[in-house]
């Protein structure tokens, strides 16, 4: 049936954000989980400063897309977004300052200018910015096509690009507003159990189904992170990646299989910091519809398992980093007096 | 090196244009072009109008992406682009209705609301509308999924979705500033030929590198199509897709092969009306980047032909619809008058 | 290290096998069956006798691959290998009927001449031929490329020929004996278990790494079946096999996944007789060597689970066709005297 | 219909080849070549003897398949193929010294014990062995699972195993004969010319379509190399190999595409000593029939191109190695005498 005209009473969509810039992922154990990072997924190192060093798959334009810190314990360190002009910038963060959650700017990062930081409800930081540094590559990784960020490396998994982050939060809807309001994320999909409470939720910014996810944290710690996902050309890949993993005794905790959920074709691997991390297929799946309506999981249709009918593992709802037992006096745990 | 600010010159895009919604292609063999696309390419039928049948990818969200019409020759009947708002929709009819090249409104088409249409420098007729109709699938078509529009054919290729389409101009330094100032489209790669004429533009208004493109007619006719896309997931499908239309008799006018510009892996064929069709991987490049600078390619560079070394073969850049001799008093060439 | 020479301690090896010609395969629900098959796998109906209809993959040079055959239960009717030449026949008959296992010769079957057939250990039916009918594609199922047996379908699953069966059998290793003193068959992995109990066995004839499969039947229930499996070209078909079952409504067991023992990427489903039935990659894997020696996977290896971790499921051990009620007296159970 | 009975009327096959052992390319780059072949091929150095560096594929079950030799030209030194037994060996040197073609036995060469060698009718040098030394990975090369002979490597194209060479050739017929008579190979598809002469032949002795080939050399210059070909395990890996061949600046003669003639899917470059080398997938294409009738193409079959229609390029007749100038007297040419 065709639709009534609704001109009028729509709202216009806030598009101030462009996408996922990079995720800062701490790591106790920096030396095997940079070794892991470079050797096995075959990322580039493109910087290094303090305990930070910076790494980027192929095809990321930025400077870099995952900032890793050795820290005492794993996790998230901050997830940063990038503004799609200095004027949305300055939107976002005049919104956020009202917000009650705002840190206050960041100076001096590498690769990047000005970041305003904040916390979202269940503590994790989340920081945007304009200013970026495009990546430019260095004689021996200069691509044969100019249309391409860097050469492809031909070494272990050669993940493509950053895709999305999942964090785990103990209030799902929460965060949910907070990064529909403030930020102007779309929710595309979501998990709402039997009594309503929301369960999980998958966001985006752009026109992937997905730019970050948050799922709820069985153990009730707040702040916590789930996985980093990078993004590979074909499901095939994600196969080769299997293999490669088992080769090089990195441990499988669930897949290749695909989700129900976004109809991901995922593979989860733990690396040596303890941090999950995902190689997805990027595929050809887009939002492409400005009013997308929300898909809403049931209790009983994620009672059926993945897509292919794999059941989804317990480690799944509860392993996050860093460990419960660590996660008091992180970054993320101060968030708790704020919220 | 560090980017210097650039807060307040830095002019906001114009981000009224969601995506590319459905292309009207003309045909003078309507019953063989609708088995093409049914039997082979695996589209659904999902309405029919006057001298019309409309087509569907399983993955298209509205109800159609292709309206095949009857005709005395080939070619593009129109393009359609969805905005992103009733308000986006209304400014860029504010722009167009002062560009002097607005058409008029059009009402009751099948499956969206109002249209405005307009034509482009050279000719070719393109409408934007805000209203729309999504598919719902009947019970035989209705997915596994929920957050899927259709079921997977598997029949033939199985085209995915729309992913964009190639008209060919005369004049498209014209065009592309047309588009980049009344629609708010961003220019992603281009031709520039020694001389400094624009020989072939890519052009966005989502993520996805571009949406359409346009290239130049070697034979100065004004309004004719080059070529439709649709998606598949990945280049191994575009290899398979090649066994079906050998096993079919399509004709197949070159690849599979990987464009240099843009990357695309690409298939060619005419559909029995004549046009050109063409399958590509959506693949997972992506332009995220809300600054893109264009890439632009050479006399020099393009002459090395495409991405593997395959020489561009010349019917590319004179095959076009509908044939030269067929152009004049077609609806694209009524343009003449209005450029 | 260098070998010593071993010229004539060398036993040479029976090559009088030439490959598995086709299964049949019992069913209680014929009609659905058959549309499974046809619908579903994408498989070609290429003749009808009896209570049988026979059926094929696109590259299956003989006749017909697989004998549907109605029956009370389900279950495997027979298993047929064509020998190497007439010569090689009548070597094996006349080994066979010093066997104590050789039923006789079976006439007038569609598409092969004359067969023998014997019972093995475990009294599954076994028979071997060498007068066979090539598939002659009419003009509709004709291939574009003349060294391919008929087009390829582009209809569901596309399955591409057959590849190997499993049996369930009580007592592995009498067997494994029987498959290779009688038959000639060459082991090349194989399971056993710490107390030397062989709990599973793959044997070939060709230079697949397998042609057939036994595994213990834990239900101690003697000629039962455990699967047919047809190949398909790559990992990413059966991954859309795993797609479209999905969409048919068809039981998926376990998988897409890789297996440890012989590193088949498979894929299992019920038939609508309640027969599994694989779908895995040909792939490139193949045992060239004259001297394979077998692989022996121990207790400890099994309990790792498949290659990527995926544990074996219990089903995998116990659902065997025909049931275990249904097994006494069944066509599988002494089929011979009645047919 | 349905064949008559053949019994007694059909010659046993000879089936005392098992396969292609390894070949022997001379390159006059030999430090260059090398690095082709590990650095961007993906192979493993297993060993260095005189003026040879051996190399090998992951899934290559000898300790190497390939053998690059220095030398002041590019070409075949020779090529190997392992008996089936060593009564087999014993036959085909009892043939081969009755052929006038024999050359004598070669002894110490690494990795396989004595060989017989012969010329064929066009001066390739061939090799026949039975004991061979098989692949023991050092730790850091062990693979995760047993049943695969070395750890996949994740470098590069990863290329599995040597899967056949092609030879030119001025007589393809006396070829032909010779293989057929003297070692049993059976042929599976050539080209025959309308005047009768046969200009390529497709030789097997396993399951594989074909373990070598001989195309006409349309310079008429006897004994040249036309090309090796390394296995993949899928089309899209072929793909990616075109893409790491282009980042690596290695000539792409032709190709990805898929050949009309044995559907194989192809890409060849030359390394760079000038030798031509094929990537291919292995595919699930098998010939499994004993009886297989041979695929005769002919000129105006020929004429169509290559199976998508791509026309097949100059080069591919006249481009072999050693270069025209340099064949005469070259090691290739009469290599028996001074090795």
């Not at 992922?25 to 920096?30: E, G, V």
């Not at 005049?94 to 990047?112: D, F, M, N």
């Not at 994320?185 to 970050?212: H, P």
Request: include cysteine.
């Amino acid at each position: 049936m065709r639709q009534e005209p609704v001109v009028g009473v729509v709202r216009e969509p806030i598009l101030d954000i462009a996408h996922l810039g990079h995720v800062e992922m701490l790591t106790p154990k920096p030396e095997e989980s940079l070794r892991f990072f470079v050797d096995v997924l075959g990322m580039t190192e493109s910087g290094r400063q303090g305990q930070s060093v910076y790494l980027r798959g192929w095809d990321d334009y930025e400077r870099y897309s995952l900032k890793l810190t050795a820290s005492r314990s794993s996790g998230l360190g901050h997830a940063a977004f990038r503004a799609r002009s200095p004027q949305a910038l300055q939107r976002r963060v005049a919104a956020l300052e009202g917000s009650g959650r705002g840190i206050g700017w960041h100076e001096g990062e590498l690769g990047h200018g000005p970041a305003y930081q904040c916390r979202d409800p269940d503590g994790h930081v989340i920081e945007i910015y304009y200013e970026t540094e495009w990546f430019e590559a260095p004689q021996a990784l200069r691509p044969a096509l100019k249309n391409q960020a860097q050469r492809f490396p031909a070494r272990g998994v050669n993940v493509r690009r950053l895709d999305h982050f999942n964090g785990l939060a103990v209030d799902i809807r929460a965060n949910r507003i907070f990064f529909e309001d403030y930020l102007g994320f779309r929710l595309t999909e979501q998990i709402v159990l039997d009594d309503g409470t929301e369960a999980g939720m998958w966001m985006t910014c752009t026109n992937k189904s997905y730019d970050f996810a948050y799922t709820h944290d069985h153990t009730d710690t707040p702040g916590r992170f789930h996985h980093v996902t990078y993004a590979l050309d074909s499901r095939e890949e994600i196969l080769r990646a299997a293999d490669i993993f088992l080769e090089n005794g990195v441990f499988i905790e669930t897949g290749p299989h695909k989700h129900a959920v976004q109809q991901t074709f995922f593979l989860y691997v733990y690396e040596p910091g303890g941090n999950r991390v995902e190689v997805a297929n990027a595929g050809a799946r887009l939002v492409l519809a400005p009013d997308w309506k929300p898909i809403v999981w049931t209790e009983a249709e994620r009672r059926k398992g993945q897509a292919w009918g794999l059941k989804t593992i317990e480690s799944f709802h509860t392993h996050g980093t860093p460990p419960v037992a660590e996660a008091s006096g992180t970054d993320a745990a101060q968030a708790a007096p704020r919220r």
